[in-house]
């Protein structure tokens, strides 16, 4: 199962259970609202703006290959943190990740940059002096990044 179809079924279940709502409402596009929200949800990535998990959060489900243009945003979106409305691009400091996805890190846009890392899935931890406040995109490890 990919990432996005799990994805899809997990918001598909959770809709379904609160309101009776049958899968045919919880399309891509309801998978795609859910994510950059400010709320860290189960198969995301979240960057922090602060190490240990603190601050405001920049949640996503699929890659990014340009945080350059990503907001971290508070949840709710009237709630104040840390970092609230700070381009993401080089201003990460740690990271969540509650997908069951490796994932790819790069220190600049396109996959590209002078650093690569890896985030197993469900690790959490702080960024190290190479990659904090130095990431820039970011890909699953199951397809492909370019430039590999």
């Known amino acids: 199962m990919t990432h996005l179809t799990r994805r899809v079924a997990t918001v598909a279940l959770a809709v379904s259970a609160l309101g009776g709502f049958g899968l045919a409402t919880a399309g891509t596009a309801s998978a795609a609202q859910v994510a950059y929200d400010g709320y860290l949800d189960p198969e995301e990535i979240g960057f922090y703006y602060n190490s240990d998990e603190a601050g405001c959060v920049f949640d996503l489900f699929d890659k990014d290959q340009n945080f ?50 890896e985030i197993p899935a469900y690790y959490v931890g702080n960024a190290t002096a190479n990659f904090k406040n130095n990431i820039e995109s970011v890909c699953w490890v199951v397809e492909y990044c370019a430039p590999y």
């Open 68 to 117: 350059n243009n990503d907001y971290f945003k508070a949840f709710p979106s009237s709630g104040s943190c840390n970092g609230k409305g700070q381009v993401v691009g080089n201003n990460t400091a740690s990271y969540k990740n509650r997908s069951g996805d490796d994932w790819y890190v790069h220190t600049g846009p396109n996959s590209g940059g002078t650093y690569h890392g």
